[in-house]
């Protein structure tokens, strides 16, 4: 009996064996996908991979283009030697017996890189690390304020009351504003250095971010914000039109940004009224707004009370002033951060609501807040007298927009051979990683830059054949990111074919620059029924501004650290610097807890009651 129990092994060993099994199986399917991927792989190679994929290792070793890039260096910074900073964040949370402490804060890692030379020679110095950065933030909520770390504002039921379904230790649990704290943290520390007029002021700011992503993040309609209209903020009093014209930033007319689409038309009036310093829109003044663009715009300013339309005259009246607005925002972010990170006000995380009640930010408040901090970036770097290069990177993600949805469109565009393009259903990352091994690229290799409007539109099967169609959310029929903002690329800076060795492949993204990324460009026209006509940003090669952030990362990949292959030694230094001020900060929480353990709430209650008179009855 004993002998035949041992052969049939014990129900742990079975679940094991299970497991293993459910794990080879998995693994073996896996890779006989990627071998039947990998002869498609091939064929696309040959017919539109190999124009959007570009080595730069040959040209970075060449004297004479690496003059050339010092030569564009010395135009768009004004200067070769050009200071940087690398920022990222940590945040936590800790709950005590009647606390909830938010903690959030953002780290500046900083040095400098000079192309010197007659061979443009590209050298990095780290400076010292008391001329680093940081931003910091810790603050107590009691646990009975908990619901709002959690919603999105408060939900009310059929009868009035506010839902909330969980217990506050769940709710201290759940808690997503230390994020929210940390990303608030990161914008304000690179606004506030891109504003600096120091001397050593950075010309490159990097940030472990997508900016492209974390700008759609921040943009979302004014049910989901409770500081609208409900008191100051920051010392302001924020307004409906305030959110809209936060959404139409940033800005800029030479891109033509934001873009004329059916999609969000109001947000192009309030650009134009910004551009023109005025709060009167004529159809017959806005050549490059179509008619349709215009109607449908103005019908929406009208529709949300922020002007009046008449249409008999093709004019409408906007009932405030977009820069006035604008500045308004600007300011009360400014005062928030400042009250939160400089000033460790431990009332930063909250404001007085309009009935004199001092409430707490929900995490979309803060959201809004970060989303007004990152639009005043962008413009900041845009300037001319302060040009600045900011750059989002990446290590993790799954996305598919190169490859299924830019070069997925452009198929569609073409009307050639999109259904056996989109037989490779892979990931971005192991799709370009494989591609290197396969046709042998030479590092630093990166995809020629697109248009982050890709990220919502994609090739779609219709009755009259593929075409490009934005996203469908909800009871909009389409959507799309705003064209001619942003451009992404992916790229890998350590790669040995011959050894089997290579670092992960990296994501990417920056600002578009006037003057230069529209000067790059080449002309491509998209139209759909739900967006209208526009034309994103599109390079049959990389754009003078691609070269130049290859050439400065290129530098900055030392490749000194295991964990961090392939990527800016000064993003993972800052990683560094934000995690040890997250054990630092966990410490000195820890010793909070001490004294809250000390001091408990429990004889607060009885010196309260005590302080009062006995009542008989």
Known sequence: MGEQAYAQGSPLSAIYTQFHDSIRISRQEYEDRLRKYLEKLEREWNKCLCRSVYSF????????????????????????????????????????????????????????????????????????????????????????????????????????????PLSDREVAKLTTLHTKVMQLAEVYLAYSLARSGSVDAP???????????????????????SIIRDGKVGGYELSYHDLYVMLAHPINKELNAPAPLLFQPHLRLV???DWRDTTVLRESELSNVPPEVFKKGAEA???????????????????FEPRASWRKCISAFENVCEKLFREKDPRGLTYVNKHGERVYFTSKDLQFLAGI????????????????????????????YFYRNFLGSLHAIS?????????????????????????????????????????????????????????????????????????????????????????????IDRPAYPGWDTADSERLSISTPGLGTFEPLYFSSPPRLQYLTMYLLSVLVRNHFPEALGYPEPLHKADWGARSMRERVARLLDSAWLVDRINPLRRTFRSIRESFRRMTP
């Open 301 to 319: 300013l009208e529709k949300l009370k922020l002007g009046s339309y008449d249409r008999s005259r093709n004019r409408v009246e906007l009932n």
């Open 271 to 273: 650009a134009e009224a």
């Open 415 to 507: 009307g050639d051979g999109v259904e056996e393009h989109l037989e490779i259903a892979m990931s971005d990352r192991n799709l370009l990683e494989l591609l290197a091994m396969l046709v042998e690229l030479e590092a630093p290799w990166a995809t020629i830059e697109f248009d982050s409007c890709f990220m919502t539109l994609f090739p779609k099967r219709t009755e009259e054949g593929w075409r490009v169609q934005g996203y469908k959310v909800g009871s909009m029929p389409e959507v799309t990111r705003p064209p001619r903002l942003f451009l992404r690329s992916l790229a890998q800076f350590l790669l040995h074919t011959a050894k089997g060795f290579s670092s992960h492949v990296i994501f």
């Open 203 to 225: 010309r490159l700011i990097m940030m472990d971010t997508t900016l492209s992503g974390w700008l759609g993040n921040t943009s979302f309609g004014p049910r989901w914000i």
């Open 57 to 164: 290792s040959e040209k970075f070793r060449t004297s004479t283009f690496r003059l050339k890039i010092r030569r564009w260096a010395q135009e768009f910074f004004g200067t070769t030697e050009i200071p940087f900073v690398a920022i990222d964040g940590s945040c936590s949370s800790k709950t005590g017996e009647n606390y909830v402490i938010i903690y959030g804060g953002a780290y500046g890692s900083r040095g400098i890189v000079e192309i010197s030379g007659n061979e443009a020679i590209i050298t990095y110095k780290r400076w010292e690390l008391n001329r680093d950065v940081s931003v910091v933030a810790f603050i107590p909520v009691p646990l009975e304020y908990g619901s709002f770390l959690v919603s999105e504002g408060e939900e009310v039921d059929e009868e009035g009351a506010v839902i909330i």
């Open 373 to 400: 901090g990152l639009r005043a970036l962008i413009e900041e770097c845009w300037k001319p007298y302060r040009r600045i290069l900011l750059v989002g990177v990446v290590k993790d993600s799954y996305s598919r």
